[in-house]
Each structure stands twice: as C-alpha cells, then as structure tokens.
C-alpha cells in the first residue's frame, strides 16, 4: 500500500536560517504529492504540490521537487520566519477510485527570533 | 473559493452523551467528503469517506455504529459520536472534494472541532 514518511521533528531553527524537511513516499503507479501545513489549533491548509515526475511545487518562500528517481518530495524554504512555525504533513494521493490522501507523520517546526 | 467549514469549533461534553459536527462545503459541492482524526502531536487517521446520497465507507477499526456519518446534501456532512467517551476525546478534521469519485480534485480542509469528554 501507499505510505508516507518524513523526519522526526521538532526541528529548530532560528530565522532566517535555511529549511529542509525530508519526505519520502511507497506508492505504486504515478502518485500526486503535497504538503500541507497546520498551525496551532487549526485545520491543515495546503502549501504546494506536485502532480508528476520533476514537477516542482513552491508557495510563500516554500519549495519541493517531485523527484521519482529517489520516490522523494523534500521541502526547503532558503529563509525561515517564526511566523513559519507550525507542523508540516507530506502527503500523497493515489491514483485509486477514492483518491484518499495517505500523510506522513508530521514535523514541527519551531523558529525562535 | 474552496472554503469548508466546521461547527463548533471546540465543544465539551459529558460522558454517555452523542455530540454532532458539522462539516460544510461553502463555496463549492462537495460529492466527497473525508472524516480524519487527530490525536495530539501526531498526523491525520482517516475514518471515513462519505460520497453524497450514500452510505459512508469506513476504514478498518472504526466504529461505524459509534461515528455516524451523514452526507445527505452536496454541501455539508455530520459526524456523530455516540454515546461518548474520554478516550473520544481528539481533534477531528473534515476535508471535502469536489468532483466525481476518482477524479485527481483537491481536497479542502475545514479548520477542526476539538471534542473533550468529560
């Protein structure tokens, strides 16, 4: 079956530092990949994706590419703000009847000023 | 556009009683509609995918008898927690899609309800 995973956090920063959180992803045929973001006490907002091979997603500073080769969707964002704080879920969906999302387990990431 | 809501946002109940989210496609029709469940620092379970006018398809280990869930219009689905426990206790999540089953639409999440028994 399809799954998802993706670094243990919490992962620390200070502003302005580089971020990269690693994704890596099982699945069989040609899967979508996301990332999506959840602040405090809220639901999960999508961030960028990627809907085939090489295909490079990016929104607000955030990037990831689609890289089949190494079944990866790592995200990096060359400049954190603490307003960047929050948890990040890699996710993918399938190509079955259902289009169900399948998520990784999540990474905080906290960024102190 | 592609707004979900869900109502309340917070709620607290009593052991033994039933609690109903709403889950609500504002802008859009929802022909899907997913129920997550969320525990404390950790990622999205799924529970169940309702397709509107149909019964909903529960993942293996959920209660269906426990977590009612009704998508009888286009634009809003419940879950009911039956007879409510602590162990209910957890952020739950909706996400709508529209579109038929199988197409490559996006799903939307609404912001969640978090439930505590008491």
């Known amino acids: 079956g399809n799954s998802v995973t993706q670094m243990e956090g919490p992962v620390t920063l200070s502003e302005e530092a580089f971020l990269t959180i690693n994704c890596t992803y099982t699945?069989?045929?040609?899967?979508?990949l996301f990332w999506y973001v959840q602040y405090p006490g809220e639901g999960l907002q999508l961030l960028l994706k990627?809907?085939?091979?090489?295909d490079k997603g990016s929104n607000k500073g955030f990037e990831a590419t689609y890289r089949k080769e190494t079944t990866s969707f790592h995200l990096e964002k060359g400049s954190v703000q603490v307003s960047d704080s929050a948890v990040y879920f890699c996710?993918?969906?399938?190509?079955?009847?259902?289009?169900?999302?399948?998520f990784g387990g999540g990474t905080r990431l906290m960024v102190k000023p | 556009g592609a707004v979900v809501s869900q109502h309340p946002s917070r709620v607290i109940c009593k052991s033994g009683t039933s609690v109903k989210i709403e889950c609500r496609s504002l802008?859009?029709?929802?022909?899907?509609m997913f129920w997550y469940r969320q525990f404390p620092k950790q990622s999205l379970m799924l529970m169940a995918t309702?397709?509107?006018?149909?019964?909903?398809?529960?993942e293996q280990g959920v209660e269906k008898d426990k977590f009612l869930i009704n998508h009888a219009s286009l634009t809003l689905s419940t879950l009911t927690v039956t007879s409510a426990h602590p162990e209910d206790s957890s952020f739950y999540i909706c996400?709508?899609?529209?579109?038929?089953?199988?197409?490559?639409?996006?799903?939307?999440f609404g912001p969640g309800t978090r439930l505590t028994v008491t």
């Open positions: 996400s709508a899609r529209g579109g038929l089953a199988g197409a490559s639409y996006e799903q939307y």
């Open positions: 699945a069989t045929g040609y899967p979508s």
């Open positions: 990627a809907t085939k091979a090489d």
């Open positions: 996710a993918l969906s399938g190509n079955n009847a259902g289009n169900m999302l399948t």
């Open positions: 802008d859009f029709q929802a022909t899907t």
């Open positions: 309702s397709n509107e006018g149909s019964k909903a398809t529960y």
